[in-house]
């Protein structure tokens, strides 16, 4: 599991980050636009279909990876209603944090890459 985060994290490239409805960073993965809102105390991630209607979440499992400072952190996430992947945060993300969100959405896994 190590490995498979540390790839997933080394893959991180600089997308063209786009400012998504609810004011957070959106990337594309597997033709799914993906928003992710950092607070001071969540993590949220916005699932779609490819032409914007949201995904429904209900019975997702699904995790973050958050690298920062030299470590990685795995945070749970919990489905809500209608399209939200949501976990607590400890604080704010860390400058220069990088995550992932990784799920299987529809019988194919989906990997976000974040670099906020």
Do not use: C
Not at 11 to 21: F, H, I, R
Not at 100 to 116: C, E, I, K, Y
């Amino acid at each position: 599991m190590r490995r498979f985060v540390a790839a997933a994290l080394a893959l991180l490239a600089a997308p063209a980050w786009a400012a998504g409805p609810n004011g957070g960073l959106v990337t594309v993965a597997d033709d799914h636009p993906v928003e992710m809102v950092a607070t001071a105390d969540a993590l949220t991630f916005f699932l779609s279909h490819e032409d914007g209607k949201p995904i429904d979440t209900r019975g997702l499992s699904a995790k973050a990876y958050i690298q920062a400072a030299g470590g990685t952190q795995t945070l749970g996430l919990t489905p809500e209603a209608p399209n939200r992947l949501v976990g607590a945060l400890k604080g704010p993300l860390p400058q220069g944090a990088k995550v992932v969100l990784s799920t299987r959405v529809h019988g194919h896994n989906l990997q976000a890459r974040f670099a906020p």
